[in-house]
């Protein structure tokens, strides 16, 4: 993240074997990211499962084609939303971020779901 910019996020539309969403943010020189297989909530108050994935390079921020078969993630990527965010909250077990996308904007919150698993979170929108 430059100084000049605020943090970019990025929501990925991916249609593999088991179709799911790519939620990523910009922090630390790279997107922090999960698999959300029923994409972001739209509503306040929804809770979606989103499952902790590898970082991957700011590369990916841009990125839409098709990874070929045979290789990590195969099938096609597209941009479902894209923008920045600013941060409210950072730490092992709460995200809390402000969405500014042409699709998805407002308050959204990850929070760990330790009982169904280490990488599992759930993302919802915030009220207000």
């Given at each position: 993240?430059?100084?000049n910019?605020?943090?970019?996020?990025?929501?990925?539309?991916?249609?593999?074997k088991h179709h799911h969403y790519d939620f990523r943010l910009e922090r630390d020189g790279v997107l922090?990211?999960?698999?959300?297989?029923?994409?972001?909530p739209e509503l306040a108050g929804e809770r979606r499962l989103a499952i902790a994935v590898e970082d991957h390079e700011l590369a990916y921020?841009?990125?839409s084609g098709t990874i070929p078969e045979g290789e990590y993630g195969a099938?096609?990527?597209a941009i479902a939303d894209q923008g920045t965010y600013e941060p409210f909250a950072w730490d092992n077990d709460r995200?809390?971020?402000?969405l500014h996308g042409a699709r998805f904007s407002?308050?959204?919150?990850?929070?760990?779901f330790r009982k169904?698993?280490?990488?599992?979170?759930?993302?919802m929108k915030a009220k207000g």
């Open positions: 993240m430059s100084e910019r605020p943090p970019r996020f990025v929501l990925h539309d991916h249609a593999t922090k990211s999960w698999a959300v297989p029923k994409g972001l921020i841009t990125f099938g096609v990527v995200i809390e971020v402000v407002g308050k959204y919150v990850l929070v760990r169904a698993g280490e990488k599992e979170w759930l993302v």
